[in-house]
């Protein structure tokens, strides 16, 4: 049989010291050896499409792995050598040669191939029990790390983004081969790129395909390479910080008020004189951080939604590392619930707000990133006569996409706590908003945030004794956040605060001068 099994891989161009390259240290097991037959019984088990996906999990060289999967799907069958009388698949050409080689750990790499692949009916009945196979075969670890990790994406993409991401390898490689298996592209690409890792490569692609869900789950898992700049093992300052980069901020600013006359819960509301100070310093600040700034005055509740959820689209892309919503409006706690009220006096929940940046399902680029929330509003308590106390129930758990918390990482700053009014000064803008951007100005650049908050609760507690204000963040953050200043964003924050100085100092004067002018005396 090894004359066989030599005469074979030959007419392909193979040898068998090419699929047995390494044999690493045996693993005791209670699984049941391979023999001749089953190898021969798991092959009649693959489909062809499993059989290039086999191929590129367990036949190591990659120049080998892609010739023998060009094989298969040339034969659309899970036999290389179509033509000869004695025809073999895939995993008899492993097994034969393990056998003339004198391997041992070869049959670990199958097995884990096997569930790796989905085949956990064919595990069963070889005797591993679905329980076996998860404990001993989840991680793979006799699969080499950078092919587990570019199979796991292979997984996960639909027909439309194989031919997206086709096209992009096509346009960085030249040319691609005439396949269709995307195992068999990316083996090729593994071949044109043997100068080191092509995660970053990977990655830049997912984020052009703007497929957030699929940047997130190819950076969760490992390359194995210690040169690869996206899986290399983060160093302890690395992983307790999150990433620092460019963000998007939105801001809403309400301004003029009126009541609805067709919503029967619309409120009249005095106009928020002073709010335009607050809107400005915002974005000045985040400026300085390399943010891209949305900025919607005066909207009802159902322009909030609308401005919300196109901005919401608009952090789907990957380049943004964090966001920050900053609503500028008046308040309630209306039946328990805290609400934000539109121009005409109707309220929106402010939880709607939160969920439609922080659930993962629905915002997926933000998971595991930043997003934080700033409302400069009252929770001053209200109610309806004809509410209803919804029944208190604990039986849900939170939804998790990939292994993580769907709403997650978000931490929530308001201006006051619950219950209570907040303060605005008609010409220098809120005591919260205010302190929150000279503290951010100063040091959001060189304190984490958590520390920058408890900086603005003491400033705003501190500020007015005939107006006490207790601002209040909550957080679900799994690591400290720290803004990064650049000299492009340096010089963009400090251009609008000049701007913002000199508009302001320019309207107090006019307005002290009309003053004047009326009041003689």
């Not at 009249?268 to 005055?297: S, Y």
Request: aromatic share 8%; glycine share 6%.
């Amino acid at each position: 049989m090894d004359v066989a099994i030599e005469d074979i891989l030959r007419k392909v161009g193979v040898s068998s010291d090419d699929l047995i390259s390494h044999d690493g240290p045996h693993f005791a097991n209670d699984f049941p050896d391979i023999d001749q037959p089953t190898a021969q019984w798991i092959d009649h088990q693959l489909d062809w499409q499993d059989a290039v996906s086999f191929a590129f999990l367990v036949v190591q060289k990659d120049e080998v792995a892609l010739q023998l999967s060009r094989l298969i799907e040339n034969n659309k069958r899970n036999i290389i050598n179509l033509q000869d009388s004695n025809q073999i698949g895939i995993v008899q050409v492993i097994n034969l040669s393990a056998e003339k080689h004198g391997a041992i750990s070869w049959q670990i790499r199958v097995y884990q191939a096997l569930f790796l692949i989905g085949y956990k009916k064919v595990l069963y009945d070889l005797g591993i029990d679905d329980e076996d196979a998860e404990r001993k075969f989840h991680g793979g670890i006799q699969i080499k790390s950078d092919r587990a990790l570019l199979f796991k994406l292979c997984q996960e993409l639909e027909m439309n983004d194989q031919a997206r991401l086709v096209q992009l390898l096509k346009d960085k490689l030249g040319s691609v081969l005439p396949v269709t298996m995307m195992e068999s592209h990316f083996l090729h690409l593994l071949l044109s790129c043997k100068e080191g890792p092509i995660c970053q490569f990977v990655k830049s692609c997912l984020q052009m395909m703007q497929r957030a869900d699929l940047v997130n789950i190819f950076e969760q898992d490992s390359c194995g390479k210690n040169t690869c700049k996206i899986h290399a093992r983060k160093t302890e300052t690395e992983e307790e910080y999150y990433e620092q980069g460019p963000g998007l901020c939105v801001i809403i600013n309400q301004k003029i008020f009126y009541p609805d006359p067709s919503h029967p819960l619309a409120t009249k509301l005095e106009d928020r004189l002073g709010t335009d100070r607050d809107r400005d310093e915002l974005q000045a600040t985040f400026l300085l951080f390399g943010a891209d700034c949305l900025i919607f005055n005066d909207l009802t509740h159902e322009e909030m939604q609308d401005r919300l959820e196109s901005a919401a689209e608009k952090a789907a892309n990957a380049v943004y590392c964090w966001v920050a919503v900053c609503v500028l409006s008046h308040g309630r706690r209306l039946n328990g619930v805290d609400e934000i009220l539109g121009c005409n006096g109707v309220g929106f929940d402010r939880k709607k707000i939160i969920n439609m940046f922080a659930d993962a399902s629905r915002c997926p680029n933000l998971q595991k990133k930043p997003k934080l929330f700033f409302f400069q509003a009252c929770r001053g308590n209200e109610s309806t006569a004809t509410a209803k106390q919804a029944s208190i129930a604990s039986d849900c758990a939170v939804k998790s996409i990939g292994g993580w918390p769907a709403i997650s990482d978000y931490m929530v700053a308001s201006a006051t706590i619950e219950d209570f009014v907040s303060f605005r000064s008609t010409i220098d803008g809120s005591f919260f908003i205010r302190h929150l951007c000279e503290e951010l100005q100063k040091h959001g650049h060189q304190k984490s945030l958590a520390d920058i908050m408890i900086r603005v609760n003491n400033k705003v507690a501190s500020y007015r004794a005939d107006f006490p204000s207790m601002p209040e963040h909550k957080s679900t953050m799994t690591k400290k956040f720290q803004f990064k200043r650049t000299r492009e964003s340096t010089i963009d924050g400090i251009e609008k605060k000049i701007k913002n100085g000199l508009f302001y100092h320019l309207q107090n004067q006019f307005i002290t001068e009309r003053i004047k002018m009326g009041n003689p005396n």
